[in-house]
């Protein structure tokens, strides 16, 4: 079965589906998108991946393209026309096609893409396969709390990541912190048995499921802290994962090279693994 996708009011086969060429998301990355894991029919965490929508959007000016419950509407037709049991929805909205000039275009409507595609379904044990991170410096701009289209030093860091041979790369400020995976949100457990991920910030996108997994831990009475990391303490910690809504709760077993902990899936991320597996699942 071909795939279907939307286009501004349009629903079309994924090969024909396009954008016009002055599109600002293809002219100046002016845009944002957001991706929603689909769990056996079930989208999951919905309403805090809709809200961080509506709040990129707030933040750079764009108007939404239409009210929540007929963009509700749109995502479970596009599910629904590709078939989708297990896998995720992309959804990406511009300020929309105008003259290629840098101010906001004062005529443009939003423009509204949404894509939907099968992923493998979770696997518990998939899951608890460690994986490798490298550490690069962050050299993003300061508003990464906006979930924007404007992807490029995160596909760079991604691609070095992917060459050295490893699942991720995790971003470093200038003080020798970690702020987050090019693509996930980064965890540690440190000797002591804290959970830690960096705060909120400008320099971090708050993820829809770093947020489910701290509301978790919180209810499991796991003590965790809202605080930067360094390096080095990444590297004596006990475990580390990483987190996003494609990558869910992933351990991180070595970073540069250098074993985390035992080298092993560590208790605290093991029993987060668990515990996010019955969120998605709606328990």
Same mark, same amino acid.
């Given at each position: 079965m071909s795939r279907i996708a939307y286009v501004n009011g349009r629903y079309l086969?994924? #090969?024909?589906a396009s954008v016009h060429v002055e599109d600002r998301g293809y002219q100046f990355g002016d845009g944002v998108y957001e991706v929603v894991l689909i769990h056996r029919g079930r989208l999951v965490d919905e309403d805090g991946h809709l809200d961080r !929508?509506? &709040?990129?959007?707030q933040e750079i000016r764009i108007a939404p393209p239409m009210a929540r419950?007929?963009? &509700? #509407? *749109?995502?479970? @037709?596009v599910i629904r026309r /590709? &078939? %989708? @049991?297990? $896998?995720m929805i992309y959804m990406q909205v511009t300020r929309g096609v105008a003259r290629r000039d840098h101010p906001f275009p004062k005529a443009a409507k939003p423009a509204l893409v949404m894509t939907a595609r099968a992923l493998t379904p979770f696997d518990p044990a998939t899951a608890r396969t460690g994986v490798e991170a490298i550490t690069i410096p962050d050299i993003r701009?300061?508003?990464?709390? %906006?979930? =924007?289209? $404007? !992807?490029?030093? /995160? *596909? !760079? $860091?991604?691609?070095? #990541?992917? @060459?050295?041979? #490893?699942y991720e790369a995790w971003l470093v400020a200038e003080d020798g912190t970690v702020t987050e995976g090019t693509s996930s949100n980064a965890w540690i457990v440190t000797r002591e048995g804290e959970l830690v991920t960096r705060n909120l910030?400008?320099? %971090?996108?708050?993820? %829809? =499921? &770093?947020?489910?997994i701290l509301d978790l831990a919180r209810a499991a009475g796991v003590r965790f802290a809202e605080r930067a990391f360094t390096v080095a303490e990444a590297k004596a910690a006990r475990e580390a994962f990483v987190s996003s809504a494609t990558s869910l709760v992933k351990p991180v077993v070595r970073l540069d090279g250098q074993s985390i902990g035992n080298g092993h899936v560590g208790e605290i991320t093991d029993r987060l693994i668990a515990l996010y597996a019955a969120h998605m699942a709606g328990r």
């Amino acid at each position: 079965m071909s795939r279907i996708a939307y286009v501004n009011g349009r629903y079309l086969p994924h #090969a024909r589906a396009s954008v016009h060429v002055e599109d600002r998301g293809y002219q100046f990355g002016d845009g944002v998108y957001e991706v929603v894991l689909i769990h056996r029919g079930r989208l999951v965490d919905e309403d805090g991946h809709l809200d961080r !929508l509506d &709040r990129s959007l707030q933040e750079i000016r764009i108007a939404p393209p239409m009210a929540r419950a007929p963009m &509700r #509407a *749109v995502m479970r @037709e596009v599910i629904r026309r /590709n &078939r %989708i @049991e297990d $896998g995720m929805i992309y959804m990406q909205v511009t300020r929309g096609v105008a003259r290629r000039d840098h101010p906001f275009p004062k005529a443009a409507k939003p423009a509204l893409v949404m894509t939907a595609r099968a992923l493998t379904p979770f696997d518990p044990a998939t899951a608890r396969t460690g994986v490798e991170a490298i550490t690069i410096p962050d050299i993003r701009w300061k508003r990464c709390d %906006i979930k =924007t289209i $404007g !992807l490029l030093p /995160n *596909v !760079l $860091g991604k691609q070095q #990541a992917r @060459e050295a041979g #490893a699942y991720e790369a995790w971003l470093v400020a200038e003080d020798g912190t970690v702020t987050e995976g090019t693509s996930s949100n980064a965890w540690i457990v440190t000797r002591e048995g804290e959970l830690v991920t960096r705060n909120l910030s400008g320099a %971090i996108l708050g993820g %829809i =499921t &770093r947020r489910a997994i701290l509301d978790l831990a919180r209810a499991a009475g796991v003590r965790f802290a809202e605080r930067a990391f360094t390096v080095a303490e990444a590297k004596a910690a006990r475990e580390a994962f990483v987190s996003s809504a494609t990558s869910l709760v992933k351990p991180v077993v070595r970073l540069d090279g250098q074993s985390i902990g035992n080298g092993h899936v560590g208790e605290i991320t093991d029993r987060l693994i668990a515990l996010y597996a019955a969120h998605m699942a709606g328990r």
